[in-house]
């Protein structure tokens, strides 16, 4: 029988192994989890309790891309557990269990030595999940490493740029080719007209560039922490020929790069990367799934039909999420995303800057 646990929806045993319990469910925001925590009585042997918290420590270190992303780990309360994504196409919280069943029996007394040598990083980076999906708890961060997503997404806008003065260069050559041969690079302004006698409209310029409007009745949804609150200190982000605004925390300090704009925090210890682009044509599923692969942790959740996907991952002492919206428009659909990555500490300063960006793009309007 199912039941309801802290956060979590339709929790199932799916396997006990002694002391160990693995359990599937479903968290706040929809995603299917995988649910690992110790007995009641086991869970008051400190030896147990050690083994647990070495052998999440141990995943951490060893994840590969095969392998779910751990969502939460709370080793420190009085029935520790974690919380491992459920995804048929990744390893999830059973190679944990395989892994604590290798190092000692599955009940009883451990032998000495059975637990592996601990990291140098914690045992338990998030928090419980009273406050979802993560809080810090974070002794000794990781070094830095080089961000990926910024190389990734400046690639994108360059195929983008390159083909935009393929096609500039194209019509300036023909109107070159078609003229009168009197070395006039550009019509007069007398023969600007359309074929029916009329002169273009003088604001059609000016309304391409238009600057959009933040969306005050935007859904709140919430992919992962909690959307802006009213009392928040935030800022719009807007630009001149943009489809759409977000909000960032007020001392984000933004630069802007052709369709996309990297905002990041005083101490750069946080960076959001928000980018559009245009899938022309009918922009099918193939065409969806080469452009979400360009983004970086994947697999990724897909949401709205396949409309929407987004992913996070909490490596030591990080946050980082993904986040792909496709809004169909005629023959062409538009395409934005986020990428996210920031100290664990800062998590819930970024976080609603993601449910920002999916809430305001998600709003615009679509055929």
Same mark, same amino acid.
């Given at each position: 029988?199912?039941?309801?646990?802290?956060?979590?929806?339709?929790? *199932?045993?799916?396997?006990?192994?002694?002391?160990?319990?693995?359990?599937?469910?479903?968290?706040?925001?929809?995603?299917?989890?995988?649910?690992?925590? %110790?007995?009641?009585?086991?869970?008051?042997?400190?030896?147990?309790?050690?083994?647990?918290?070495?052998?999440?420590?141990?995943?951490?270190?060893?994840?590969?891309?095969?392998?779910?992303?751990?969502? !939460?780990?709370?080793?420190?309360?009085?029935?520790?557990?974690?919380?491992?994504?459920?995804?048929?196409?990744?390893?999830?919280?059973?190679? #944990?269990?395989?892994?604590?069943?290798?190092?000692?029996?599955?009940?009883?007394? %451990?032998?000495?030595?059975?637990?592996?040598?601990?990291?140098?990083?914690?045992?338990?980076?998030?928090?419980?999940?009273?406050?979802?999906?993560?809080?810090?708890?974070?002794?000794?961060?990781?070094?830095?490493?080089?961000?990926?997503?910024?190389? #990734?997404?400046?690639?994108?806008?360059?195929?983008?740029?390159?083909?935009?003065?393929?096609?500039?260069?194209? #019509?300036?050559?023909?109107?070159?080719?078609?003229?009168?041969?009197?070395?006039?690079?550009?019509?007069?302004?007398?023969?600007?007209?359309?074929?029916?006698?009329?002169?273009?409209?003088?604001?059609?310029?000016?309304?391409?560039?238009?600057?959009?409007?933040?969306?005050? $009745?935007?859904?709140?949804?919430?992919?992962?922490?909690?959307?802006?609150?009213?009392?928040?200190?935030?800022?719009?982000?807007?630009?001149?020929?943009?489809?759409?605004?977000?909000?960032?925390?007020?001392?984000?300090?933004?630069?802007?790069?052709?369709?996309?704009? $990297?905002?990041?925090?005083?101490?750069?210890?946080?960076?959001?990367?928000?980018?559009?682009?245009?899938?022309?044509?009918?922009?099918?599923?193939?065409?969806?799934?080469? %452009?979400?692969?360009?983004?970086?942790?994947?697999?990724?959740?897909?949401? *709205?039909?396949?409309?929407?996907?987004?992913?996070?991952?909490?490596?030591?002492?990080?946050?980082?999420?993904?986040?792909?919206?496709?809004?169909?428009?005629? $023959?062409?659909?538009?395409?934005?995303?986020? !990428? #996210?990555?920031?100290?664990? *500490?800062?998590?819930?300063?970024?976080?609603?800057?993601?449910?920002?960006?999916?809430?305001?793009?998600?709003?615009?309007?679509?055929?």
């Amino acid at each position: 029988m199912s039941r309801t646990v802290g956060p979590y929806k339709d929790v *199932e045993t799916a396997r006990v192994e002694g002391a160990y319990e693995l359990c599937e469910g479903v968290d706040e925001t929809g995603r299917a989890v995988h649910i690992l925590t %110790l007995g009641t009585s086991s869970a008051r042997d400190p030896a147990r309790r050690g083994l647990l918290s070495d052998t999440v420590a141990w995943a951490y270190a060893t994840a590969g891309p095969d392998d779910a992303p751990i969502l !939460v780990a709370d080793l420190e309360g009085e029935q520790p557990y974690v919380v491992v994504l459920r995804d048929p196409r990744l390893r999830g919280a059973d190679r #944990i269990m395989e892994r604590l069943l290798s190092l000692g029996p599955a009940s009883g007394p %451990l032998p000495a030595g059975s637990a592996p040598h601990r990291p140098q990083a914690p045992a338990s980076p998030a928090g419980p999940p009273s406050a979802p999906p993560m809080s810090p708890a974070v002794a000794i961060p990781p070094p830095k490493r080089r961000s990926q997503v910024r190389p #990734i997404l400046i690639g994108i806008a360059s195929v983008v740029v390159m083909t935009a003065l393929v096609v500039g260069g194209w #019509i300036i050559w023909t109107a070159l080719a078609s003229g009168d041969g009197d070395g006039s690079s550009a019509p007069a302004a007398d023969e600007r007209e359309s074929a029916v006698g009329e002169e273009a409209p003088e604001d059609a310029a000016a309304e391409e560039a238009q600057v959009p409007e933040w969306d005050p $009745e935007a859904s709140d949804v919430a992919l992962a922490g909690e959307p802006f609150g009213e009392s928040a200190d935030t800022k719009v982000v807007a630009y001149e020929g943009w489809p759409f605004a977000f909000r960032t925390p007020a001392d984000y300090e933004c630069a802007r790069d052709e369709a996309s704009t $990297e905002c990041s925090s005083a101490g750069g210890d946080s960076t959001v990367l928000v980018a559009w682009s245009v899938c022309e044509g009918d922009c099918g599923e193939a065409a969806r799934e080469e %452009l979400r692969r360009q983004l970086p942790y994947q697999p990724m959740q897909l949401l *709205e039909n396949g409309d929407a996907a987004f992913s996070v991952r909490t490596p030591y002492g990080e946050w980082k999420a993904s986040l792909s919206v496709f809004l169909p428009g005629g $023959e062409e659909t538009l395409h934005v995303t986020a !990428v #996210i990555e920031a100290d664990q *500490e800062r998590a819930g300063e970024v976080q609603p800057v993601l449910n920002d960006v999916f809430n305001q793009a998600w709003s615009l309007p679509r055929e």
